[in-house]
């Protein structure tokens, strides 16, 4: 047999092993989140442009706050609900503690994960919807209905009190306390220029508070620059700052806002 023994075969385009080979892709996120998924990003063969656009602040009202794990401590609460990762970060920092009768919810994977990793437990994530709405959504069946429950939430200073409300109208007793605040962060202006010149492929999108920097820092931004949001609130969120969202991840975790960039670039090839 000799070396030609393939000719007269179909030649086939082969894809790629590596589906974001080429692409340069912004994570608006540092710390070990944005690790991961830069990471990540490397093992589909793409670029990760790391600029943290946002930052994490203590919270304006700490004496509140402090309160609020106390009560939280001494099990006055039926409830407390958990609406991000940062939160995780904030009752580790004030090693929060939360008593065996204290059930403890979720909105979302990612901050399940990071409860978890910190040593709580977790007693609710919504099946369905991610978010707050989703939460509130399946409040009543993972609750059995019993009211009122006196519920903790905790939040992000600039987050809607969409949960807060939900739950007040479900006929709970809630306690709304701020556990941080969200500040921007300015990012280098090469990667501004890059973005605007369209040597950016792709952006992550992963919150209302993403959004509003990318709005304000990144703007104009290149029709054919593929934005991309980790959920239907963040890419509610995003139009209603003027961006164009182009992907909506199936779920609110990195993994799939990954995967909803790889599944847009093949349809590219």
């Known amino acids: 047999m000799n070396g030609d023994w393939h000719l007269g ?5 082969e894809k790629p092993e590596k ?21 990540d990003l490397r093992a589909q063969g793409a670029q990760p442009v790391v600029a943290p ?9 700490l004496e509140g706050l402090q309160a609020a794990l106390g009560r939280l401590a001494a099990g006055e609460y039926d409830w ?7 939160t995780v970060d904030v009752l580790s920092t ?28 977790v007693d609710l994530v919504p099946d369905g919807d991610n978010s707050a709405r989703g939460l509130l959504e399946e409040w009543n069946e993972a609750t059995g209905g019993e009211v009122p429950l006196k519920v903790l939430t905790l939040r992000s200073e600039i987050a809607k009190p969409l949960l807060t ?6 006929g709970h007793h809630v306690d709304a306390v701020v556990a941080y605040r969200t500040v921007g962060v300015p990012v280098d202006q090469k990667i501004i220029d890059d973005v605007r010149a369209g040597r950016v492929n792709a952006i992550l999108v992963t919150s209302g508070s993403v959004a509003q920097q990318v709005a304000e820092q990144l703007a104009p931004i290149p029709e054919g620059t593929l934005i991309a949001a980790i959920g239907p609130q963040t890419a509610r969120d995003a139009r ?5 969202v182009d992907l909506i991840a199936a779920e609110r975790s990195a993994d799939s806002l990954i995967d909803a960039v790889v599944q847009a670039s093949r349809v590219e090839l």
């Open 240 to 244: 209603g700052y003027g961006l164009k």
């Open 94 to 121: 004030y090693r929060a503690a939360i008593p065996p009768q204290t059930r403890v919810a979720a909105v979302g994977e990612t901050t399940a994960a990071a409860l978890s990793a910190a040593g709580y437990r």
């Open 53 to 61: 656009m946002i930052n994490f602040a203590p919270s304006a009202d």
């Open 19 to 39: 589906p974001l080979t080429g692409w340069r892709v912004l994570v608006p996120r540092g710390g070990p989140w944005g690790d991961t998924v830069a990471a």
């Open 80 to 86: 407390v609900t958990v609406t991000s990762a940062t």
């Open 9 to 13: 075969q179909p030649e086939r385009r």
């Open 165 to 170: 409300e939900g739950l007040a109208r479900l």
